[in-house]
């Protein structure tokens, strides 16, 4: 059976604040690696927060130095970290997720399939990610791409053996969520981890409900609607337990 502790964070980012919530992310993921975790992952353009109205003056290619910290961090914890930040590209701006990997190359996935909200601010990613995290095989997704079976049957096709859900999602997405992810994880057999934020974000309140699903589609453990915490799934004992964010963040 294949070890491994992923966590995911509920987060409060403030608006195009970069440097203030890069500090936010060193101190969750310190907390993450502490309890053990291989990988932690952040919700949908945590670095920014979910503010499609700042994305194109706060996206940053996934080299920029100013994520070098984020890149040590990694390199000394050996960790790998997801987060979310608006990506340049010669086609206009991506969903971005970097991730960052101890000792390697920075990865970046983006989201494919946008909502029609999202479409006067972003042009979308066209290129899927398999993550080889320990010995599992991770197939990142963001947001609204989730919510379609067609997402997650693909990168099972292609060996993931368990689906990362970056989320900024409303009350009314987070329940249809809790309908969705427990269906795509007892149809593929496959654990689904998700991280949602909380707080003001864009023209809506992010819902938490961050949580983990086991292979069977059951409901492992899941965060409020709105404190910020982690999530640490267990995918040998298939268990996860839930924490506040370390004292000295909140």
């Known amino acids: 059976m294949v070890l491994m502790k ?24 310190e907390q993450a690696a502490a309890l053990g975790a291989e990988l932690v992952v952040f919700p949908e353009l945590s ?22 910290p984020l890149q040590a961090a990694c390199d000394r914890l050996g960790i790998t970290v997801a987060v979310g930040l608006p990506l340049p590209t010669p086609d206009g701006i991506r969903i971005g997720m970097p991730v960052f990997c101890p000792d390697a190359p920075r990865q970046a996935y ?16 066209h290129q899927a990610l398999l993550l080889e995290v320990g010995e599992h095989r991770v197939a990142p997704a963001i947001c609204y791409e989730s919510m379609f079976m067609a997402h997650a049957a693909v990168a099972r096709e292609r060996g993931a053996d368990l689906y990362l859900v970056s989320v900024a999602k409303t009350a009314k997405g987070i329940r249809e969520g809790y309908a969705h992810y427990p269906e795509v994880a007892r149809e593929l057999g496959m654990p689904v981890l998700m991280a949602n934020c909380v707080g003001p974000a864009d023209t809506f309140i992010g819902a938490g409900g961050s949580a983990a699903w086991d292979s069977q589609g059951h409901l492992l453990a899941s965060l409020d609607d709105h404190s910020e915490g982690l999530i640490v799934l267990d995918t040998r004992s298939a268990s996860a337990i839930t924490l506040p964010l370390a004292p000295y963040l909140a």
């Open 6 to 29: 992923l966590c995911a964070v509920q987060l409060a980012s403030l608006k195009g604040d970069l440097p203030g919530n890069l500090q936010r992310h060193l101190v969750c993921i």
């Open 110 to 125: 983006a989201k494919q399939r946008l909502h029609d909200d999202e479409l006067p601010y972003f042009t979308p990613g």
């Open 47 to 68: 670095l920014t927060g979910y503010e499609p109205s700042v994305a194109r003056q706060s996206a940053l290619p996934v080299t920029s130095a100013r994520l070098d």
